[in-house]
């Protein structure tokens, strides 16, 4: 028996909660590294509520780190994530916080496909809601995706309301 540190769930936990931080902390390129990692051993996570968290922020960190991504793995990760917005679609019909996670999810997918205005309008729609229902971390991550589809006085609005959210969250 291994030790209870070296158990495959606990390293696929480790790893997913790596994973949120390195993206909160705009580290998108490891982050979107380790998305694939934990990706690989995902099946530890299903009847676990951490499979919902996997979905969302490895998705997030996929897109944020797409760019930078090498070529040879941006096709595999635009399948992924295609993937994970279809299963997030489907939680969402059940759940409010998976429908806001789904808007999150649609306006980067959006983004991601060059479509900028449907995004802007999907990062509204999430900071929407993420307000009305005091969802600061959303709201905070939300402004600064919007951040990537602005220009100009709109971007620094963003980026500063991203900024104020994340410091009241903590």
């Known amino acids: ?17 790596r994973m949120i931080g390195l993206l909160f ?19 530890h996570l299903h009847g676990q509520p951490s499979l919902g ?5 490895g998705f997030l960190s996929l897109a944020a780190g ?10 595999r990760d635009l399948v992924w994530m295609r993937e994970w917005l279809e299963q997030e679609r489907s939680w969402a019909r059940s759940s409010s916080i998976h429908e806001i996670r789904l808007w999150l999810m649609e306006a980067e997918w959006a983004r991601l496909r060059g479509r900028e ?4 309008r999907l990062y509204g729609k999430v900071l929407h809601i993420a307000d009305e229902n ?18 100009g006085r709109e971007r620094v609005d963003h980026l500063r309301q991203a900024r104020s959210c994340y410091l009241r969250w903590g």
């Open 1 to 17: 028996i291994p030790p209870f540190d070296e158990t495959p769930l606990v390293l696929v936990y480790q790893r997913l909660y």
């Open 117 to 120: 205005s449907e995004a802007a």
């Open 53 to 57: 968290e996997f979905v969302y922020y």
């Open 134 to 151: 005091g969802i600061i971390h959303a709201k905070a991550y939300a402004h600064e995706c919007a951040a990537r589809v602005t220009q």
């Open 25 to 43: 902390f705009g580290r998108y390129a490891e982050a979107a590294a380790l998305a694939s990692r934990v990706r690989e051993h995902v099946h």
């Open 66 to 75: 797409h760019r930078e991504a090498p070529p040879e793995r941006r096709e």
